[in-house]
T-cell receptor, first 113, second 112 residues
Framework: DQQVKQNSPSLSVQEGRISILNCDYT??????FLWYKKYPAEGPTFLIS?????DKNEDGRFTVFLNKSAKHLSLHIVPSQPGDSAVYFC????????????FGTGTRLTIIP | DVKVTQSSRYLVKRTGEKVFLECVQD?????MFWYRQDPGLGLRLIYF???????EKGDIPEGYSVSREKKERFSLILESASTNQTSMYLC???????????FGNGTRLTVT
């Protein structure tokens, strides 16, 4: 039972344009969401997070949007750069105090120069 | 900067062997986690630990066990390796509540 879903396994975007990565979840108890980026042969690194009390969080070129009613979040990268080519995972945590993160299946983003 | 070190980058083992994957962190973090990453399945939690000698099952604990005798070290044990345990294994640590996980670079295990 996949509680966090990333329906696009891959995405290609021209350098300089906007990249939009999507994530859907089914568990209404999730209240904290994160995005991680992973390069080959390295562990995932934290990118940006958002609490369920907000609908938007921005950090430089990266913005995460949360739509609680639709149980949907998205990561916007603008402008996209070649170094952004990586696999992106969204993750969610429940509000029961358990530190367990549930990850999505990942989206491979390729930035075309 | 948090450093999470996994002892091996690549490991090849035979079916039925007992396998130890080691993870060491240098930030005095309470929480430690073991995930496996498989294509199309993302990262799935195997086991985690909130403190020394404490362990909790994750989503896919079958065929695995863990050991946390010291705060900085969290070991994943495959009692009798099987081919379906061929995967990338990722260790992570976490400091305060709701802070992000810090991952090691992973161990790619192949069981033949």
């Amino acid at each position: 039972d996949q509680q966090v879903k990333q329906n696009s396994p891959s995405l290609s975007v021209q350098e300089g344009r906007i990249s939009i990565l999507n994530c859907d979840y089914t568990n209404s108890m999730f209240d904290y969401f994160l995005w991680y980026k992973k390069y080959p042969a390295e562990g995932p690194t934290f990118l940006i997070s958002i609490s369920s009390i907000k609908d938007k969080n921005e950090d430089g070129r990266f913005t995460v949007f949360l739509n609680k009613s639709a149980k949907h979040l998205s990561l916007h990268i603008v402008p996209s750069q070649p170094g952004d080519s990586a696999v992106y995972f969204c993750a969610a945590r429940s509000n029961f105090g358990n530190e367990k993160l549930t990850f999505g299946t990942g989206t491979r983003l390729t930035i075309i120069p | 900067d948090v450093k999470v070190t996994q002892s091996s980058r690549y490991l090849v083992k035979r079916t039925g062997e007992k396998v130890f994957l080691e993870c060491v962190q240098d930030m005095d973090h309470e929480n430690m986690f073991w995930y496996r990453q498989d294509p199309g399945l993302g990262l799935r939690l195997i086991y985690f630990s909130y403190d020394v000698k404490m362990k909790e099952k994750g989503d896919i604990p079958e065929g695995y066990s863990v050991s946390r005798e010291k705060k900085e070290r969290f070991s994943l044990i495959l009692e009798s390796a099987s081919t379906n345990q061929t995967s990338m294994y990722l260790c992570a640590t976490q400091g305060q509540y709701n802070s992000p996980l810090h991952f090691g670079n992973g161990t790619r295990l192949t069981v033949t």
